[in-house]
Every structure is written in C-alpha cells, then in structure tokens.
C-alpha cells in the first residue's frame, strides 16, 4: 500500500489513463478524487469502491478557475488534505494546419492541456505541504506531434518545461514529474489517429504493441509514490521505444 493515508486528485479520469491512473492510485491505499468533463467516471468511482477504496467524482471544466477551486475544496473538505496531483486532463481537439488555425482554436488547445494544468497546480498548492504532482506531456512535445497538431505540440512542450520549473521551484518537500506517452491504445488515437498509422506503429516499434492504459497508470503509480524518492523535474519517454530522448 504505497499510497495509505495519501489523497490523490485525478483529472479527466472518467476514461481511458484518468481512469486507470485512478484505480491504479486506489489500489495502492490512496483516497481519489475524480474530475471528468464530458465522460461521466462513475464507474471508475463504482470499481474503487468495490475494491474497499474510497472514491468521489465530480464534473467540471478546468479550463475555468471556479470549476477548479470547487474540485479542490470538495477534496480536501472530503478526505483532509491533496498529496499527489495527476494532471491527466487534456486533449487534441482538432487537426488543423496552422495556416487554417483561429485564433480560437489555438486558445482553446492551450487552455486545455497548459492553463488547466496550472490553474489545477495553482489551486493545490494552497493545500500541499509536501507530496507529489505528475503532468501529462506527451510525445509530442519533444517531436512536434503528428500533421496538424501544432497546438497541441506546443501546449505539452510546455507542459514539460513548467514541470521542470516547479520541481526547482517546490522542492524538496513536492517532487514534480511528467509522462511523455507515445501511441496508448485510447480514444484519444481513436478519434485522432487513422487505424493505418496505428498498425503501422505496431509493426515498426519494438516492443510491436501499442502501450496499454496500464502502461502508463504503473509509471504514474512510480511517480506519484516513494519508490521515485530521488526522481523530480523528470519527462519521462513511455512510447514503446519509437523515440529515444
């Protein structure tokens, strides 16, 4: 139980890494609070529960500073305290090229996946004392991203860069880390990612699989617990072996 006593936030976990991330927390002792925008997470909150873990859900757009303060105080007011933040929420939206991109779009894309994540850092910091915060970057974020995903690129490069900033910033009492996913069998890649490339991506990596949820909820689990003890300010590749940092 690596995570006992702990309380844990999860964004965007009604689905997909939230909710794996979520169950995977769970499991390890901790307390979770689940937000989810769209995709309802009682069913992550119902697995949790019935594994002997507790677990609340609660909708809300972090884009929006209120939605975001509501999540914090109905966690700490719930469970007592925020010791591991999961920054997971975020997204592609759409692909566009640049020349064809609104300014609205852009905006929206880095709301999204940067001013949600600090708005998010901001709001449990006023809580924290010590404990751990892990972002989600992505691949992306070191190679650019795939055709007309520009904005989504630059949100998580920046992602990886306040990461590095806050562990100098907030250590030594809270660790900062972030994952670098490459291609997780997740709707995400569903919607974004033509079914060719994704075979394509199986037959060239070497492991010759797409990464599993799990995959990615272990190293969450990794950095969010005491096993990481000496490991902050890290982005760490998870992508099968396609891109070598």
């Given at each position: 139980?690596?995570?006992?006593?702990?309380?844990?936030?999860?964004?965007?976990?009604?689905?997909?890494?939230?909710?794996?991330?979520?169950?995977?927390?769970?499991?390890?002792?901790?307390?979770?609070?689940?937000?989810?925008?769209?995709?309802?997470?009682?069913?992550?909150?119902?697995?949790?529960?019935?594994?002997?873990?507790?677990?609340?859900?609660?909708?809300?757009?972090?884009?929006?500073?209120?939605?975001?303060?509501?999540?914090?105080?109905?966690?700490?007011?719930?469970?007592?305290?925020?010791?591991?933040?999961?920054?997971?929420?975020?997204?592609?939206?759409?692909?566009?090229?640049?020349?064809?991109?609104?300014?609205?779009?852009?905006?929206?894309?880095?709301?999204?996946?940067?001013?949600?994540?600090?708005?998010?850092?901001?709001?449990?910091?006023?809580?924290?004392?010590?404990?751990?915060?892990?972002?989600?970057?992505?691949?992306?974020?070191?190679?650019?991203?795939?055709?007309?995903?520009?904005?989504?690129?630059?949100?998580?490069?920046?992602?990886?860069?306040?990461?590095?900033?806050?562990?100098?910033?907030?250590?030594?009492?809270?660790?900062?880390?972030?994952?670098?996913?490459?291609?997780?069998?997740?709707?995400?890649?569903?919607?974004?990612?033509?079914?060719?490339?994704?075979?394509?991506?199986?037959?060239?990596?070497?492991?010759?699989?797409?990464?599993?949820?799990?995959d990615a909820a272990n190293l969450v689990l990794f950095l969010a617990c005491d096993d990481s003890a000496f490991i902050t300010g890290t982005n760490i590749d998870i992508n099968g072996g396609m891109l070598f940092s």
């Open positions: 139980m690596k995570l006992a006593g702990k309380t844990a936030i999860v964004t965007g976990g009604g689905r997909d890494i939230g909710a794996a991330v979520a169950i995977k927390l769970a499991s390890e002792g901790a307390n979770v609070a689940i937000n989810y925008f769209s995709t309802g997470a009682d069913e992550t909150v119902a697995k949790i529960k019935a594994n002997g873990g507790q677990a609340f859900a609660m909708q809300g757009d972090l884009k929006n500073e209120d939605d975001v303060n509501a999540l914090v105080a109905k966690t700490v007011e719930t469970f007592g305290s925020v010791d591991v933040l999961v920054n997971n929420a975020g997204g592609l939206v759409a692909r566009k090229k640049i020349a064809e991109t609104p300014l609205s779009h852009w905006r929206e894309v880095l709301d999204l996946n940067l001013t949600s994540t600090f708005l998010m850092t901001h709001a449990c910091l006023q809580h924290m004392k010590s404990g751990t915060i892990v972002n989600l970057a992505s691949q992306a974020g070191r190679d650019g991203g795939g055709p007309g995903a520009v904005p989504y690129a630059t949100s998580k490069g920046a992602v990886m860069t306040m990461t590095r900033g806050l562990a100098k910033e907030l250590g030594p009492d809270i660790r900062v880390n972030a994952l670098c996913p490459g291609m997780i069998d997740t709707d995400f890649h569903n919607v974004h990612t033509p079914d060719a490339g994704r075979r394509g991506f199986e037959a060239s990596a070497p492991v010759k699989r797409q990464g599993h949820v799990d």
